[in-house]
C-alpha cells in the first residue's frame, strides 16, 4: 500500500484537492445560492467514482478479450513489448508513449461520453431552455413549438407537451401529448411518493419524468423534469408552465426545489443507462 502511494503521490495529491474543491464550491452555492443549488457533491462524486471504475472495467474486459482472441498478440505484448520496451531507443520511446497516452485519453473520453449520454443530452438541452418565456398566455415561438409536436395549433397548458417535445428531441418514446396524466401511467411508473398505495424502489435518474396531483382537479395536473435528489432530500427539477413559486400555470421554463411527499409519481421513459 505504501508503496502505491508512493508511486502515485501526484495523482492522489490531485484528487485530494478536487475533493476539497467540491466541498469548498458546494459550501459556497449552498450558503449564497440555497435556492438554485444544483451542485451536489456527494453526487459528483459518485459520478466520478462510476466513472473510473466503468473505465477499468472496461479496461480490463478489452485486456481479456485480446488474450482469448489473440493469445499470440497478448504474448507479444506481454513478453516483448512491455519486458522489452527499456531497451528500445529514446525516439521510439517517446512515440510510442506518446501513442499510448492518447490512446488512453481517447479511450476515456469515449467511455465518458456513452455513459448515460442520451440523459446528458437532455439535460443540456433542458438547461438552454430555462429562458423560455411566454409572450402571451400559453404562448411564444418556442412555447408554440412544444404544443405543435403533440399536435395543438393553439394555445393550452403546456407543461407535458414540454416534456414531450424534449423527449422526443432526444428520441425517446412517450405518451406524446398534452395532457400530463399521460404522464403517470401505471406501466411506465418506477415511484409512488404515497408508499401506502405502492413503491417502486429504484433509483431516480435524471431525465426521469414527474408528476404532480391536485385535488381540486382528482387528477395529476402537472409534469415535469427530475434532475437529481438534493442534500436535504428535495427534488431538484426542470419544469415547463411553472414560475417563481411553482404554479402549474406559470409563464415559462424553470429550475425547481419540489417535496418528494407533494409529489405524485415519477415515471422513466429513458430505459438505457
Known sequence: MLKFIKTFKEEMISISLLIIGFFCLNWVLGKYFPSSALFDVVSQLETVAYGIVRFIVVLAMAWVGVRVIFPNVFKFLRDDFYDKFPLLEKNLKYILATTIFLVFVLAGSITAKAQDSIRHELLQNLTEQLDVREITTNSSPEIDKYLQSVGFDYPVPWC????????????????????????????????????????????????????????????????????????????????????????????????KKRDPRKTHAVSRYIKTT
Do not use: M
Request: with cysteine; aromatic share 16%; glycine share 8%.
Open 160 to 255: 407535458a407537451a414540454f416534456v414531450s417535445w424534449n423527449l422526443s428531441n432526444v428520441n425517446i418514446d412517450n405518451p406524446n401529448s398534452a395532457w400530463s396524466p399521460n404522464f403517470a401511467r401505471d406501466k411506465d411508473v418506477i415511484w409512488y411518493s404515497k408508499t401506502a398505495y405502492k413503491q417502486r424502489v429504484q433509483k431516480l435518474l435524471c431525465g426521469d419524468v414527474v408528476t404532480f396531483y391536485y385535488s381540486r382537479l382528482k387528477r395529476v395536473g402537472h409534469v415535469g423534469f427530475y434532475i437529481k435528489t438534493d442534500k436535504s432530500g428535495y427534488f431538484i427539477t426542470i419544469e415547463g408552465n411553472t414560475n417563481s413559486s411553482g404554479s402549474r400555470t406559470g409563464d415559462g421554463v424553470y429550475i
